[in-house]
Nanobody, 129 residues
Framework: QLQLVESGGGSVQAGGSLRLSCVAS??????????MGWFRQVEGKGREGVAT????????HYADSVKGRFTVSHVNENNTVYLQMNSLKPEDTAMYYC????????????????????WGQGTQVTVSS
């Protein structure tokens, strides 16, 4: 299987920054991971795609709500994906989940949770006014 370990969540005031990290450990039986990314969820709603990245090409895909503020990056040698979050807003408050998937399609990795089969435990991000 595959294990995703997240860190970096916390509480900040509006305008502040956080950097989320996710370390992936692979095991036998796990197919080639082509996409990694971040999703967020608030109570009562489904998981919203925030940012995804192809693990080999570094092609990123961002939700409109975070473009220009968030940056996703991947370090292949460490099997680690990061989410740098700047200019945080109260509406960014959510549980953030790291995700990994095979996704055999072309183009950018999707911002749809159904494309990802592996998930971290989540890390809470709270932004205060």
């Amino acid at each position: 299987q595959l294990q995703l370990v997240e860190s970096g969540g916390g509480s900040v005031q509006a305008g502040g920054s956080l950097r989320l990290s996710c370390v992936a450990s692979t095991y036998t039986g796990t197919g080639t991971i082509r996409c990694m990314g971040w999703f967020r969820q608030v109570e009562g709603k489904g998981r919203e795609g925030v940012a995804t990245i192809f693990s080999t090409t570094a092609t990123a895909h961002y939700a409109d709500s975070v473009k220009g503020r968030f940056t996703v990056s991947h370090v292949n040698e460490n099997n680690t994906v990061y989410l740098q979050m700047n200019s945080l807003k109260p509406e960014d408050t959510a549980m953030y989940y790291c995700a990994a998937g095979r996704y055999l399609g072309g183009g950018r990795c999707p911002l749809m949770d159904v494309a990802f089969g592996y998930w971290g435990q989540g890390t809470q991000v709270t932004v205060s006014s």
